[in-house]
């Protein structure tokens, strides 16, 4: 099978797509030069730095109306900036692998918070951890602000136990459903009372809201506390298997394949819970190049939007812009419509984000204007960026395309932009009418169906 094919394949899964400068990468390298260049890149690990403002003083119930205003404003501010540096880390960042592992369990992991520290917090520890051990990831999530506030469990104490915070970990973050009971939910609760943070984005256990009882929990008693719960999950094979399932679907293929995810797993339970072990069972198998597995996947609307912008570099006079085409595609990143995160696969598709998503490429390179607005709702943090915003949404994108002519020109740009071995009619490439013809090729190929799929 052709190489660029087999290298942009890895490219697309294990990153976000080939790059403008990846262009001789992928014709001269194998995916097992690919693939150790992408470990090695994301060896390192680094936070996004942001000067945030200090609110860890500020008490709601005793701030006036002008206080809490300012509040509001500042922090939705803050969250778009923290978006729009992460979204430029998964563009340009070296660290590949890093990015799409965050971004993949951040989808895991799915937290919706106002306070724009504690969503900082939670990104850089979950960036840091991505491609370190499970269990301390699971554990560092678990006690972060942002979880712990999104799943109530600061309301969780003793004699009064909140069970949000306890069903979640089990049912979407370790085990999945039908293999806990009722019971354990409600022992696991009492074990995470008093698990709380201070206003400066501390963890901390307040034993005097901490139930100090026995409990039962998947067959084990004793006076657990919650991070002995967690390890109690943690020894159960339903948490690798659950976990690598998850893994399997977003990076290989939506239709499991149950012998390999047991097989993954095992390795997986096996090498207490390292998450590079599995990545590098997938990513160096034959199985993962299977023609089943390739250009299978609908791109998210964060895959199809950063795997746009990494062949085509393009300057935005108004960045916030990109908040508002990732609502409008339904991928806002750190606003997960719930708990369970993100959609996937047809779940992207439907008669409005379709089109827009064939168009964004024209949109971009001023070919048409843009004709979508968001919707209507109660979303507080998209009505400041609106406000944010100017009334044209195109946002003024300029494309270098002294740079793309430089890297493409003298290629073949379907086997460069699709990850397809179907031709595309002409009279499809031809479509636009750009004086350049190497222009309206390459928008013509990116506002395909087929490069919707990667």
């Given at each position: 099978m ?16 080939v790059?403008?400068?990846d ?74 692998l ?25 990104l850089?520890i ?25 799943l ?8 009064h136990?909140n ?17 806990y ?11 995470f ?12 256990m ?60 095992e390795?997986?339970?096996q ?15 034959k ?39 990732q ?25 409005s984000?379709?089109m ?26 998209m ?48 479509e ?23």
């Amino acid at each position: 099978m052709n190489s660029i094919l087999l290298n942009k394949h890895l490219l697309h899964r294990a990153g976000f797509g080939v790059d403008l400068k990846d262009i001789s990468r992928i014709k001269n390298s194998s995916p097992q030069e690919i693939w150790k260049e992408l470990l090695k890149k994301s060896e390192k690990y680094s936070p996004i730095n942001i000067n945030l403002e200090d609110f860890s003083a500020y008490k709601p119930k005793e701030a006036n109306a002008e206080m809490k205003k300012f509040f509001q404003k500042k922090n939705k501010e803050e969250n778009a900036e923290i978006i729009l540096n992460w979204y430029q880390s998964m563009i340009s960042g070296e660290a590949q692998l890093r990015e799409k592992m965050t971004f993949f369990w951040t989808g895991i992991f799915a937290t919706r918070n106002v306070v724009s520290r504690f969503n900082l917090q939670l990104l850089n520890i979950i960036k840091e951890n991505a491609l370190g051990n499970f269990g301390d990831l699971l554990l560092a999530v678990s006690q972060s602000p942002s979880m712990l506030q999104f799943l109530n469990n600061q309301q969780n104490k003793k004699d009064h136990p909140n069970e949000n915070f306890a069903r979640e970990v089990m049912e979407l973050f370790t085990m999945g459903r039908g293999n806990y009971t009722e019971k354990d939910i409600k022992e696991a609760a009492r074990a995470f009372t008093g698990w709380s943070f201070t206003p400066e984005g501390n963890f901390i256990m307040r034993p005097r809201l901490h139930d100090f009882g026995n409990k039962t929990f998947l067959g084990k008693t004793g006076n657990f506390n919650g991070t002995e719960i967690l390890k109690i999950i943690l020894e159960q094979k339903a948490t690798a298997k659950y976990i690598t399932k998850r893994i399997y679907q977003f990076f290989v293929n939506e239709k499991t394949d149950e012998n390999l995810v047991n097989e993954l797993a095992e390795k997986f339970y096996q090498s207490n819970y390292d998450i590079k072990t599995i990545l590098n069972e997938i990513f160096t198998s034959k199985w993962f190049f299977d023609e089943k597995n390739m250009g299978t996947k609908i791109k998210s609307p964060i895959e199809l939007m950063v795997g746009i912008q990494k062949i085509l570099p393009i300057s935005i006079e108004n960045p916030k812009t990109l908040i508002i085409y990732q609502k409008l595609l339904g991928q806002m990143l750190l606003n997960p419509p719930n708990v369970a995160g993100w959609p996937s696969g047809k779940a992207w598709i439907d008669s409005s984000t379709l089109m827009l998503r064939l168009k964004t490429p024209q949109i971009w390179s001023g070919i048409i204007s843009l004709d979508y607005a968001p919707k209507d709702d109660d979303d507080q943090n998209m009505g400041m960026m609106q406000k944010m915003l100017p009334k044209n949404l195109q946002g003024n994108f300029k494309i270098d395309w002294e740079s793309v002519s430089k890297n493409l020109k003298n290629e073949n740009l379907e086997d460069i932009l699709l990850q397809s071995k179907k031709s595309i009619p002409e009279n499809v490439i031809n479509e636009f009418e750009i004086a350049d013809e190497f222009k309206s090729r390459v928008i013509a190929l990116m506002s395909t169906p087929e490069y919707q799929l990667c």
